[in-house]
């Protein structure tokens, strides 16, 4: 079955940073890209950023671009996103998300606040 | 970008009865490739979203054949024939025809009258 895991989520004031994981198995995490999307309490989805599968090629959305990083690595069939510079506005509850959005982790809750 | 719209952005519907939402998108999502990567998610109170319909008709295993979705170019509809309890939750669309980016509907919230 595929299972992916996310952690690294928490308090953190305006300004710090946080650095999440999501650990995948059930399927060769080597082969294929992987999605962050975030969800604002009580808001929609957010699609956020996406690394192809040899960590190459990135995207950001503009409202995080310069301030979130996401890498991988595949011999331990994780993916990150390292958030920095955080802002009260990038409290959601963050998701990794599967090359075609078939899978989802449950998501970790980042809480930007002083 | 993309824009993604839904409506209605709430449907009260009575059990049993049937629903329908539709999304319309800024520009057509037939990709270079001849598939129209539209997709539609459910996401149940307190879940992450779930898969239900991928290349705007295509259902994921598991999911209940009263959940059917149809359309082309820009206009899209996610139909429920019968609406059951574990139906109710908020409905997004979204594409991955043109990237970057992917983007979502603004969400329909489904609930029982």
Same mark, same amino acid.
């Given at each position: 079955d595929v299972q992916l895991v996310e952690s690294g989520g928490g308090l953190v004031q305006p300004g710090g940073s946080l650095r999440l994981s999501c650990s995948v198995s059930?399927?060769?995490?080597?082969n294929f890209a992987m999605h962050w999307v975030r969800q604002a309490p009580g808001k929609g989805l957010e699609y956020v950023s996406a690394i192809n599968p040899d960590g190459l090629k990135t995207y950001y959305a503009d409202s995080v671009k310069g301030r979130f990083t996401i890498s991988r690595d595949n011999s331990k069939n994780t993916l990150y996103l390292q958030l920095s510079s955080?802002?009260?506005?990038?409290t959601a509850v963050y998701y990794c998300v599967t090359l075609s959005f078939d899978y989802w982790g449950q998501g970790t809750l980042v809480t930007v606040s002083s | 970008d993309i824009v993604m719209t839904q409506t209605p952005l709430s449907s009260p519907v009575t059990l049993g009865q049937p629903a329908s939402i539709s999304c319309r998108s800024s520009?057509?999502? =037939?990709h270079s490739d001849g598939h129209t990567y539209l997709s539609w998610l459910q996401q149940r109170p307190g879940q992450p979203p779930r898969l239900?319909?991928?290349?705007?008709s295509n259902r994921l295993s598991? =999911?209940?054949?009263?959940f059917s979705g149809s359309g082309a170019g820009t206009d899209f509809t996610l139909k429920i024939s019968r609406v059951e309890a574990e139906d109710v939750g908020v409905y997004y669309c979204m594409h991955a025809t043109q990237f970057p980016p992917y983007t979502f509907g603004q969400g329909t919230k489904l609930e029982i009258k």
């Open positions: 059930g399927f060769t995490f080597s955080l802002r009260p506005e990038d | 520009q057509s999502l =037939v239900l319909i991928y290349k705007s598991g =999911v209940p054949d009263r």
